[in-house]
T-cell receptor, first 113, second 113 residues
Framework: DTEVTQTPKHLVMGMTNKKSLKCEQH?????MYWYKQKAKKPPELMFV???????INESVPSRFSPECPNSSLLNLHLHALQPEDSALYLCASSFGQGNTEAFFGQGTRLTVV | GENVGLHLPTLSVQEGDNSIINCAYS??????FIWYKQESGKGPQFIID?????DKRQGQRVTVLLNKTVKHLSLQIAATQPGDSAVYFCAENVGGGADGLTFGKGTHLIIQP
């Protein structure tokens, strides 16, 4: 299994809603990541979890709250988002040690209305 | 192939020709580089990687060249096919740990029949 699975694929939410994005991998990877990608732009790193602990937060607003329940799962909780937060949210995972590639999921296309 | 220079957002090539996509990276401490392919509506897909102790690496129909002196990376695709149409990103990592990737701006490769 070399897949990173993200759900849902599409999400439309209002600015007062609370929603969660989910990510799952079963490759034994110990590092998991959230990236944000706007249209026609490269992915930008948001958070890094290493061995289930948050190791990097790239100055992301608190309306985005990551959670890593176990080594296979990664969530991103969303609350009080703004329309400019609309983007493709990508989850990735890697072994986290040494130079090895990160595997990406298909992303969640988020629209904030 | 055609050297399109750095940071060009679009590269158009004839089917069957070779493609060369260029990337400049900024961090001289980066020691691991990856090329990703991203098709419309999908997450980035790993193509090939290279470590800083190498200057060339070959895969199936793809070659990556690394010039650390000028901090330049290129991806060569041989005998370009319609399925190669996508946006191509280079990405860099420092230290080989779970620090996440920094992506370049991306190049949209268009294959002309």
């Amino acid at each position: 299994d070399t897949e990173v699975t993200q759900t849902p694929k599409h999400l439309v939410m209002g600015m007062t809603n609370k929603k969660s994005l989910k990510c799952e991998q079963h490759m034994g990877h110990r590092a998991m990541y959230w990236y944000k990608q706007k249209a026609k732009k490269p992915p930008e790193l948001m958070f890094v979890y290493s061995y289930e602990k948050l190791s990097i937060n790239e100055s992301v607003p608190s309306r985005f709250s990551p959670e890593c329940p176990n080594s296979s799962l990664l969530n991103l909780h969303l609350h009080a988002l703004q329309p400019e937060d609309s983007a493709l949210y990508l989850c990735a995972s890697s072994f986290g040690q040494g130079n090895t590639e990160a595997f990406f999921g298909q992303g969640t296309r988020l629209t904030v209305v | 192939g055609e050297n399109v220079g750095l940071h060009l957002p679009t590269l158009s090539v004839q089917e069957g020709d070779n493609s060369i996509i260029n990337c400049a990276y900024s961090n001289s401490a980066s020691d691991y580089f990856i090329w990703y392919k991203q098709e419309s509506g999908k997450g980035p897909q790993f193509i090939i990687d290279i470590r800083s102790n190498m200057d060339k690496r070959q895969g199936q129909r793809v070659t990556v060249l690394l010039n650390k002196t000028v901090k330049h990376l290129s991806l060569q695709i041989a005998a370009t096919q319609p399925g190669d149409s996508a946006v191509y990103f280079c990405a860099e990592n420092v230290g080989g740990g779970a620090d996440g990737l920094t992506f370049g701006k991306g190049t949209h490769l268009i294959i002309q029949p």
